[in-house]
Every structure is written in C-alpha cells, then in structure tokens.
C-alpha cells in the first residue's frame, strides 16, 4: 500500500495512493459523490464516480458518517478547486469503523459542552490549528535555547520548598517526610545549577492551585524557565525581549495557514520587534490612575490593570521594579528605592498582560535570610539554596514564561483554556 499523508501530496501528484483517516464531511451531486477525509496533517476530497466503480463500492459511501474512520485508495490529481490543491480519484474504500451520533457537529456548541468533549473536541479545525501552533512555540523555544548555548536542566515537579506563594500549592503526602509541595516554578533548582553550568533552561509542567475562575489561570501549566549567573536585570530584560521576538517570528513564518484559519491579524505580530516597551511599576500606576483605576501605589497590579495598560501598545511591554511587598521573597532588594525589587514582568500587547515573570535574585545571604523569616517561610526546606550566597555568591537572574499565556495571546483567543491539550481548571478534571 502506498500510503502517504495530505501534507505531502505534492510529491504523489498523478500516483495510486492511500489515505488513511477519518470522515470530515460529505456531499453528492448525482453520479458523483465527494467525501471529504482528514488524515490528521490535512484534508483531501476524495471523488467517488459511480460509472468507474462496483456498486459495492459506490454504496458505502451511504454507510459512511461523520468521523467514521477509513482507509481510501485512489488516483491523485491536482485539482485547484478542490481544499489543499489535490483531489483523490476513488478506486476503493476500506471502512474500518462506523461512528454512531458522532457528538459534535459541524455548527456552533458552547464551550462545557466542547470541553466535557476535548478528547474529540482536538479533532476539530479550530483546536488542530491551535495545537500546530503550540507545538512551533515549543519547538522554537527548544531550538531557542539549545542555539543560545543554554543547558537544559529538568527540575524536580515535587519538592519540599516553596518556589513561589504558599496561598496557590498543591500539596501531596511524601513517604516519611509529611507534605511535599508540586512545584509552581523550577526557578530555585535553576538557581543552583547556573551556578554550575552558567546559562541554563527548564521546561516543564508548573502547578498552581488558583481558586478563581479567569481567563488567564490554569491549575497545570507549562512553563519555560531560564537563568544565566552574572546576568542582572537589564541583561535578563534583553534576554527575554529577543527571545520572545524570536518565537513569534517563527510561528508567523511557520505557522501562517494555521493564523490565518483562526483569523489571527499577523501584521500585529509582525509587530512584535525588540526593542520591547519598559515602564517603571510608579510609572505604571500614574498612568492608570489617569484612565481610572483605583490601583495604589504597593498594589500587584491586577488583570483589568493590564488589559487597560497593554489595549494601548501593540507590542510587549516590560513593567519594572515592582514594590518588594506585591512579589517573591527572593527579588533582589533594588539599591536605589529599598521598597521596590529589580524585576519585571513582561505583558502582551492588545489586552492580553502578563506572560513572563522575571528577575534579579537576592545574592546576599543575609538580606535572603531575612526575606525568607518575613514571609515565614520554613527556613528549613531553604538550606540549599542559602548555600548558593555562601559559596561564591554571584549576581544572577532569570524569568518564566508561560506557554498557554502565550500560545492564547499569539493565536488570539479569548481564554487560555483552549490553548493546551487538556486543561485542568477549578471545576475541571475530565476529561
Ligand atoms: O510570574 P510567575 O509566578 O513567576 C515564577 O514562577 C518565577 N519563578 C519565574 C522565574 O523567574 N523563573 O510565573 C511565570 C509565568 C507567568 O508570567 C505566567 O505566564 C505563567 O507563568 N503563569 C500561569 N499560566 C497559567 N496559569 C497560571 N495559573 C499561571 N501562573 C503563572
Ligand atoms: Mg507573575
């Protein structure tokens, strides 16, 4: 058998071939008969002309419903009227199984009736185009990373430290030890491990128990982490800004067909060229006060404060210096206001905010130790990592990027739900 994939056509043009697949949908007119077919790389008409075939052939295309799963063999033609270029002249068909009320149509559902159904729900147009996509982004990254002399490092998804905020862990009972945490970050295990190789990544599931329902939040989500030793705010802001401009190029070379099903304007991610916006966190909150916010200077910012402030930029901005109250023990205390830490978040444009979280670490035992007690951290889980300001201590810094954010902001979407195979959410397990 001569099987070969839609997507590669192009180089069976006027040869019998076989398509193994699944039935998209289909349509007669008379003596001929269309029934369109996806194999997972693409779809192909397939041509069914009653005069060429037995009528045993000719019949099952009766038998054939949405979905139902087939082998077809055939002659393939250009034809450039027909979706993809090709049409495949039917010789015979191979009916491996009969879907019965295949559940999702061709018409509009709501969303929990597609979720209850993501197992099939992947199988539509939309979810394939979004799943290509995400697939780009991460392979990008990878390549990224590897070509930026970057050592892959996988960190631990249990552990016994807190790597963010104790209000969001999952926690889980481990052997003799009590309660082990499921990491929200790889970023502490970075920390040690720059130190060893210089440059280093992560990439890898983040867990978080976010007890709200937004358009923003997973439970599980992956998350790509780097960290390079010697590099302080400023270098790490640079880092991320080329980084980022690098996976969204690549996704809108490589991904344009893909954009384009899911009406995605790539001329504003065309747009997306370092250098990125910066705005200092003071300057961030005057500017929403003047539109209305009643955000306080000390205050996170909030999701509605960052679709306000980036609805006015079309391309990433970095928001710095957060007050050291509204972030993580283990910023680096900002020598010039002594309030505030060196870091930065970056924030999609058109609405979208936060997908990177970013800074330089405190590199001082001391002023580490003392920001571990104020946040009443259990200091013993943090003897390792105190370690690493007692045994050549160096400046360094890092970020964390999420793919769903990122993936949702890219391909347009309104919630990041639909951005990763199978969401795990607050009312969500299944499937
Ligand atoms: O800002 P966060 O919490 O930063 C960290 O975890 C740092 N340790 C990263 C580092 O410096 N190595 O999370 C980083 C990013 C966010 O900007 C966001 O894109 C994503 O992770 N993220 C989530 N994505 C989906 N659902 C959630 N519940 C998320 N929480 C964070
Ligand atoms: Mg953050």
């Known amino acids: 058998m001569n099987w070969v994939y839609v997507k590669y056509f192009k180089d069976h043009d006027g040869e019998e071939i076989t398509v193994r697949g699944w039935v998209y949908n289909k349509r007669e007119s008379g003596k001929i008969r269309f029934l369109i077919v996806r194999d997972g790389t693409g779809l192909v008409q397939c041509v069914l002309v009653k005069s060429e075939l037995t009528l045993e052939e000719w019949e ?187 996976i969204v190029s690549r996704v809108s070379q490589k991904c344009r067909p893909q954009l384009e099903a899911l009406e995605r304007d790539i001329s504003l991610l065309e747009k997306v060229t370092t250098p990125f916006h910066r705005l200092s966190y003071d300057d961030a909150v005057i500017k929403l006060q003047q539109v209305g916010s009643d955000i306080k200077w000390g205050d996170d910012l909030g999701a509605d404060d960052e679709t306000i402030l980036t609805q006015q930029y079309e391309k990433p901005i970095f928001i710095m210096n957060y007050p050291s109250k509204a972030k993580a023990f283990y910023m680096k205390r900002n020598p010039d206001n002594p309030e505030t830490v060196l870091c930065s978040d970056m924030l999609a444009p058109e609405g979208y905010g936060e997908i990177v979280g970013a800074s330089q670490r405190e590199d001082d035992y001391d002023l580490l130790l003392h920001r571990i007690r104020e946040e009443k951290l259990p200091e013993e889980s943090y003897g390792w990592f105190l370690d690493l300001r007692k045994y050549g201590s160096v400046p360094h810094s890092g970020f964390g990027l999420g793919i769903e954010r990122t993936v949702t902001w890219i391909c347009g979407l309104k919630h990041v739900r639909e951005s990763i195979p199978f969401p795990r959410m607050l009312y969500r397990l299944y499937p």
Not at 69 to 74: I, K, N
Not at 117 to 142: C, D, F, G, P
Not at 143 to 159: A, K, R
Not at 191 to 206: I, Q
């Open 60 to 246: 099952k295309f009766s038998q054939l419903t949405q979905e139902s799963s087939l082998e077809v063999t055939g002659m393939l033609r250009a034809e450039v009227r027909a979706p993809g270029g090709f049409e495949l002249i039917v010789k015979s068909i191979n009916i491996i199984q009969i879907a019965i009320d295949y559940p999702i149509t061709l018409k509009e559902h709501n969303v929990d009736f597609l979720l209850d159904r993501r197992h099939l729900w992947l199988r539509s147009s939309r979810q394939h185009s979004i799943m290509l996509i995400r697939n780009e982004l991460i392979k990008a990254t990878r390549d990224y990373f590897y070509d930026n002399d970057f050592v892959l490092i996988d960190t631990p998804l249990i552990t016994g430290s807190i790597g963010e905020t104790a209000s969001t862990l999952f926690k889980t009972e481990y052997y003799d030890f009590g309660t082990a945490y499921l990491a929200q970050t790889g970023q502490l295990y970075l920390e040690a491990a720059c130190m060893a190789h210089g440059k280093v990544y992560c990439f890898g599931p983040s867990f978080r128990a976010e007890k709200s329902k937004t358009r923003r939040h997973l439970s599980e989500y992956w998350h790509v982490e780097a960290e390079v030793a010697f590099y302080d705010n400023n270098d790490n802001m640079r880092l991320q800004e080329n980084y980022v401009s690098h």
